[in-house]
């Protein structure tokens, strides 16, 4: 599988619970979930401080891309911070209440079922590349955040991803991918448990 996703292809929605708007970049995995997906990745703009909608038996990776940060407080005392450009990983079934340091902020999120996916999320910024194969049942996403993003599947013709485009592929035997300088690059994977 190879998808292209443009801007234009995107849509907002709103979070689980009520309080602000995610959109969704992909999502995949079992329709028939409690929450319609067994994986998700999204961008969501946080406006305001408030809870974290809860997801049962999922564990969740986010990054935030835009803006000074925030904190996540658990009811349990322990408190998350969250960074711009470092990932932070948590359990989507804690009860989390998200606070805002100095003002909105945008973060990018990943979410699996954690009974049936292994997740990672990483960053590359400034002029970073990568070169790997995909296992059997794995899918990656590419996003260009800043600047551009160069792929290249199987030694094939490179192609250009815009700020705003995503690349998603599934089982690839071989992806390149490398970032111009000053540019940020979100690399998103989901592997079978």
């Known amino acids: 599988m190879r998808?292209?996703?443009?801007?234009?292809d995107l849509h907002p929605r709103p979070w689980k619970n009520g309080g602000g708007m995610t959109t969704e970049l992909a999502i995949g995995g079992d329709p028939a979930g409690p929450d319609?997906?067994?994986?998700r990745i999204s961008m969501a703009?946080?406006?305001?401080?408030?809870?974290?909608?809860?997801f049962e038996g999922v564990d969740r990776l986010i990054c935030v891309v835009e803006g000074e940060g925030m904190d996540l407080l658990f009811q349990?005392?322990?408190?998350?911070?969250l960074e711009r450009d470092r990932v932070a990983a948590f359990?989507?079934?804690?009860a989390a209440v998200g606070k805002l340091r100095e003002g909105p902020v945008r973060d990018f999120n990943l979410m699996a079922n954690r009974k049936r996916?292994?997740?990672g999320l990483a960053i590359g910024h400034g002029v970073a590349s990568a070169v790997r194969g995909m296992a059997a049942g794995e899918v990656m996403l590419i996003h260009a955040l800043e600047g551009p993003c160069v792929v290249s599947l199987g030694g094939g013709r490179p192609e250009t991803l815009d700020p705003g485009v995503s690349l998603l592929l599934e089982a690839e035997p071989r992806v390149a991918w490398w970032a111009m300088a000053g540019a940020r690059v979100m690399v998103a994977?989901?592997?079978?448990?």
Not at 36 to 39: D, L, P, R
Not at 91 to 94: H, L, N, R, S, Y
């Open 76 to 81: 349990d005392g322990t408190r998350l911070p």
């Open 117 to 119: 996916h292994r997740i």
């Open 45 to 54: 703009d946080v406006a305001q401080d408030g809870p974290f909608s809860p």
């Open 36 to 39: 319609g997906w067994s994986w």
């Open 91 to 94: 359990p989507g079934d804690a």
């Open 3 to 8: 998808k292209r996703i443009e801007p234009g």
């Open 189 to 193: 994977t989901i592997r079978p448990a």
